[in-house]
């Protein structure tokens, strides 16, 4: 019995139903990868927008804290103006009769001395 080798056709003709079915088999696989990946890729999406309403919010909330603190900065810092300045008068008034007695009392012993 001859050994009949393949020819040249028939190898190619091989080749070429090879890379068919491998064609085949990578268009398929490429196209469930396209498809998963865009599944991914809107949950991300999704995640992402979530996240950047998320840091709005914040950011709003601490804008509002800021205000909040500076109006209470400023409300404490006036009354503190204002605690100063009553003080600052009763010092003036206190140093003022404090003068008009020592005054008096110079009066007194003048008087006395007499």
């Known amino acids: 019995m001859a050994d ?3 020819t040249s056709r028939e190898i190619e003709e091989i080749f070429t139903g090879f890379e068919k079915r491998q064609d085949d088999r990578f268009k398929g696989f490429e196209e469930r990868v ?3 990946f865009r599944i ?15 840091h709005a919010g914040i ?3 601490f ?4 205000k909040e603190n ?3 900065h400023m409300e ?8 100063f300045t009553e003080l600052d008068r009763r010092i003036s008034d206190l140093e003022s009769q404090v003068k008009e ?6 009066r007194v012993e003048t008087r006395l001395q007499i």
Do not use: P, Y
């Not at 804008?63 to 800021?66: A, G, H, I, P, Y």
């Not at 404490?76 to 204002?82: E, F, G, P």
């Open 76 to 83: 404490t810092r006036s009354l503190i103006k204002l605690s």
């Open 4 to 6: 009949k080798g393949l």
């Open 101 to 106: 007695l020592q005054e008096w009392r110079k």
């Open 70 to 72: 500076e109006r209470q």
């Open 59 to 61: 950011i709003e909330k």
């Open 40 to 54: 991914i890729s809107e949950g991300l999406k999704d995640e992402i927008k979530l996240l950047a309403e998320g």
């Open 34 to 36: 396209v498809n998963q």
């Open 63 to 66: 804008d509002r804290m800021e």
